[in-house]
């Protein structure tokens, strides 16, 4: 009886283990008819810092992403008041006016609100789109924060 148990619980785990492994790179090697084949040779300690694949909690309609570190632009960061977070869904609003494309982010991070936009891979790319919002006049106190980021697949 203890075998079975023990061997349940190791199936078990395995289990767990292969479904936690869906990441970019799993998907990058997955056979698509009519496309060619990628094959992926590398060291299990790179693929351990790649993101994983998970459904996303901001999508609408349920777009798989995979999440990753990397860079957004804090837009706006207020306090833990009524007024803040009216005022960071108000910055969210304008950032959707000038920019539609962009994916705009605003959350409660004990003690503030916080209003944060994009998923840059790197700082270069959130440092383009930082000078982009300064431009407009209205985001005057844009800055680069590192977050974890959602990639679309």
Not at 28 to 42: A, C, D, F, M, N
Not at 86 to 113: C, G, H, Q
Request: proline share 3%; glycine share 6%.
């Amino acid at each position: 009886m203890k075998k079975f148990v023990l061997l349940f619980i190791v199936s078990f785990a395995f289990a767990v283990f292969s479904l936690a492994q869906n990441n970019i790179v799993k998907s990058l090697e997955r056979s698509v008819p009519g496309q060619g084949k990628v094959t992926i040779h590398q060291d299990s300690r790179i693929a351990a810092l790649i993101g994983v694949e998970s459904v996303s909690t901001a999508g609408v309609d349920g777009q798989k992403v995979i999440k990753s570190s990397g860079y957004r632009i804090q837009v706006y960061a207020g306090n833990n008041t009524r007024q803040a977070k009216n005022e960071a869904y108000a910055v969210a609003a304008r950032i959707k006016e000038y920019f539609p494309d962009l994916m705009v982010y605003t959350s409660f991070n004990p003690p503030r609100w916080l209003c944060r936009a994009g998923d840059y891979r790197s700082i270069e790319e959130a440092d383009a789109m930082m000078r982009r919002l300064r431009a407009t006049g209205v985001f005057k106190e844009v800055s680069i924060v590192k977050e974890q980021i959602n990639i679309p697949l």
